[in-house]
Structure formats: structure tokens, C-alpha cells
């Protein structure tokens, strides 16, 4: 519960491990490129109310673990973190533009996975102690008896 973050109507906690890598997996995110891409990803981040909770930047791709208001999805996120630091790092480092033609220098895709602080099996647990016996007959999601 301490983790739970605030907003206007809202109590959360999502959070979201991301891996994406440069395109053809090249090693340009070294010295001012890797610390300018950093500082982007802040920017982008603290914009969104995204926050950061832990950060690396390699040679070829990044890890980041983030926690993120419950408006933001897991696409619009990185749609918004590869898009805007690939056309800053492009523009404020020329030698790029050599190694990434057609304007892309990030990989098409990427890794996301949830986080959270319970197991699926104890809100599994949580949920099944909830109310009455299942009117349905289906054990997986219950309606509790109106009576």
C-alpha cells in the first residue's frame, strides 16, 4: 500500500519493465549520446507523470522500470519515448543519421512486462474469498447472490 501512487479519482500501481534496442542492434549509445538519450527519457518521462524507478542504458538497447498513471499504456509510452528521442538524438548528433538511414534508429519492437508488488495468485486468492458462493457456476468470476 506505501507504493500506491495518487491522482485526482485514482489510487495505483502499474508498473512496466521495457527493453528496446537500437535498430540493427548498433553500439551508439555511448558517451553523449548515451547521456543525452538519458536525459530524454527523463524529459519524456517527468512530461507523462511517469516515473522512473530504475534506468540503463547500454550500448545497444535500454532497460528501464517505470510506474505509470493508469491513462498511460504500454504502446503509447514507448510510442512516445522512441519517437521523441529518436528525432532529438538524430538531430543533436549528425553522425547518426549515417548509421540509420530512413530516419528510424530504434528496432521496431520491444519487451514490456508488468510488475507489481502481489503475485497473480494472491489476487486470484483475493478475488475467490470475495462475497458468496458463484451464482454462474464459474469458479473464475463470480457474481455475488444480490439477495
Known amino acids: 500500500m506505501e507504493n500506491y501512487r495518487t491522482s485526482a479519482h485514482t489510487r495505483f500501481d502499474i508498473k512496466y ?6 535498430k540493427y542492434r548498433k553500439p551508439v549509445l555511448t558517451g553523449p549520446v ?3 538519450l538519458r536525459e530524454l527519457v527523463r524529459e519524456i518521462c517527468r512530461t507523462n507523470e511517469i516515473e522512473i524507478l530504475q ?10 522500470l517505470v510506474s505509470a498513471p ?3 499504456s504500454a504502446s ?3 510510442q512516445y519515448i522512441k519517437g521523441k528521442s529518436s528525432r532529438k538524438l ?10 540509420f538511414w530512413g530516419r528510424h534508429m530504434w528496432a521496431r519492437g520491444y519487451f514490456v512486462a508488468t510488475s507489481g ?7 486470484q486468492e483475493y478475488i ?3 462475497g458468496q458462493e458463484p451464482v454462474s457456476g464459474d469458479e473464475n468470476f463470480r457474481v455475488e447472490d444480490q439477495g
Open 76 to 78: 503509447k509510452i514507448m
Open 55 to 64: 534506468g540503463h542504458v547500454s550500448r545497444d538497447h535500454v532497460h528501464i
Open 117 to 123: 508488488n502481489v503475485t497473480d495468485e494472491v489476487i
Open 34 to 36: 548515451g547521456t543525452r
Open 128 to 130: 475467490r474469498l470475495q
Open 17 to 22: 519493465h521495457f527493453v528496446w534496442s537500437t
Open 70 to 72: 493508469p491513462n498511460m
Open 90 to 99: 538524430m538531430m543533436e548528433f549528425r553522425h547518426l543519421n549515417k548509421q
